[in-house]
């Protein structure tokens, strides 16, 4: 079964302290795995896609890389708002159509 | 309309009584999912559609029934609901459901059983 675990739980960042953020994962066959932010009370909004080992994408401050046991989302020089709680899941490459989500991390950035 | 969207946004009903929730993606997709989030818990997948086939039902209880009678709109139907169902439910896409394409959520509806 396929398994995500994120850390910290929170984390509590002044303003342009730079941090990173954790997502270990335990998969049959990566098929892709999945960056989100989720704001209080609404959707999670997209953020990044990464497929293989060694894959970096970057969005302004965030920056997420991928290796073959977990996945890192790096802030750099967070603002306020930045906060929120990041979401990681994964997808694998068995026949059901589920993506396992992590429980997140909850991201304050204070001014 | 973009995107993803959901109505109504807020919902409160009694345990007796049945209600629709509805969704509706303005984004080309072929494949639509349900997701119930809980406070504490990671997302739960509910139910996933391809090309308005359902294809994924996780263990769901029978008084969760989806409708997807075409490939832009999805519907939950709740009947005799039991208080721990209070959560928020969200809608998501995807171009398909192969994993290798992101899925994009609605901003959900929160649902309270009393």
């Known amino acids: 079964e396929d398994q995500v675990t994120q850390s910290p739980e929170a984390l509590r960042l002044q303003e342009g302290e730079s941090s990173s953020l954790n997502c270990s994962y335990t998969v049959s066959g990566l098929r892709g795995l999945f960056w989100y932010r989720q704001d209080p009370g609404k959707g999670p909004e997209f953020l990044f896609t990464l497929y293989s080992a060694g894959e970096e994408k970057e969005k302004e401050r965030l920056k997420a890389t991928l290796t073959k046991k977990e996945s890192f989302l790096h802030i750099t020089a967070p603002k306020p708002e930045d906060s929120a709680t990041y979401l990681c899941?994964?997808?694998?490459?068995?026949?059901?159509?589920?993506?396992?989500f992590g429980k997140g991390t909850l991201l304050t950035v204070n001014p | 309309e973009t995107g993803v969207t959901q109505t109504p946004r807020h919902l409160v009903m009694g345990m007796t009584n049945k209600k629709s929730l509805k969704c509706e993606q303005h984004l080309g997709h072929n494949a639509m999912y349900w997701y119930k989030q809980s406070a504490k818990k990671p997302l739960e997948l509910m139910f996933v559609?391809?090309?308005?086939?359902?294809?994924e039902n996780n263990s769901v209880p029978s008084r969760f029934s989806p409708e997807c009678p075409n490939s832009s709109h999805l519907f939950l139907h709740l009947h005799t609901l039991q208080p721990e169902d209070s959560a928020l439910y969200l809608c998501?896409?995807?171009?398909?459901?192969?994993?290798?394409?992101?899925?994009?959520f609605g901003p959900g509806t929160r649902l309270t059983v009393t």
């Open positions: 998501a896409s995807s171009q398909d459901p192969s994993g290798y394409y992101e899925q994009y």
């Open positions: 559609y391809n090309f308005k086939e359902q294809t």
């Open positions: 899941a994964v997808r694998s490459g068995g026949s059901n159509y589920k993506l396992t």
